[in-house]
C-alpha cells in the first residue's frame, strides 16, 4: 500500500506504509480486498495514557536520594472503522520512557518499573524545585478486519500521560549545641 505524501507527485515520489499478501479469492475478485491499518490509523486512536506511579506517594522527594518510579498500562482492545469495515484493534503496552522534568530521561525501554522494594527505575534530583514528571506508553498493535484473521500493525503508536508533580527537596545540616552545655 503506497500513500502520497501532499504535494508529492505520482510515484517515484510515493512512500510505502504497509504490505501484506493477498488471499486467492481477493486477486480472483479485486472488490474482496481488505483494508490496511496503517501506524497514522493507529496513532489516531483514543489509546489510553499509561498511568504514571511517583515513589514516594507524597508528592515530595529529597535531593540526591532514588525516587522510584512505574508504570501502569494495561492492554485493551478498541472497535473502530476502517473505509466502511469494523475493525477490532488490541493494543498492547510494549515500551516505556520517561521524562522526569529536570531535563534527564529514561527509555523507552521494556521494564514498566515496579512499586517498592523493587526499585527498577529510579530517578536522583540533582536540585531543589517542583519537576513535572511524563510517562510515554508504546503500543504495538494487531488488528482483525469484519472478524478476519488477527494482522499485525506495523511500527508502534505512543501516548504521553499528563505531568505529575513532584517536588524535590533539599536538606541541609548544622551543627548546634547541646542545651545547657
Do not use: K
Request: glycine content about 10%; hydrophobic content about 40%; charged content about 20%.
Amino acid at each position: 500500500m503506497f500513500e502520497r505524501p501532499a504535494g508529492v507527485q505520482p510515484p517515484p515520489d510515493w512512500q510505502m506504509v504497509g504490505a501484506r499478501c493477498l488471499e486467492a479469492a481477493e486477486v480472483a475478485d479485486p472488490e474482496a480486498a481488505l483494508p490496511i491499518m496503517t501506524l497514522a490509523d493507529f496513532q489516531s486512536l483514543p489509546l489510553p495514557a499509561g498511568t504514571p506511579n511517583i515513589e514516594p506517594s507524597n508528592g515530595y522527594t529529597l535531593v540526591g536520594v532514588p525516587t522510584n518510579v512505574y508504570a501502569d498500562a494495561e492492554p485493551v482492545t478498541l472497535d473502530t472503522d476502517l473505509l466502511g469495515f469494523p475493525v477490532q484493534v488490541r493494543a498492547t503496552p510494549s515500551r516505556y520512557a520517561w521524562d522526569f522534568g529536570d531535563g534527564n530521561a529514561h527509555g523507552p525501554t521494556e521494564d514498566a518499573g515496579a512499586p517498592y522494594p523493587d526499585l527498577r527505575i529510579t530517578h536522583e534530583y540533582a536540585s531543589s524545585g517542583v519537576h513535572g514528571v511524563e510517562l510515554t506508553t508504546y503500543y504495538s498493535g494487531e488488528y482483525s478486519v469484519a472478524g478476519g484473521p488477527w494482522l499485525p500493525i506495523l511500527g508502534e503508536a505512543e501516548v504521553t500521560s499528563e505531568a505529575v508533580d513532584v517536588e524535590a527537596l533539599a536538606g541541609r545540616n548544622r551543627l548546634v549545641a547541646e542545651a545547657g552545655g
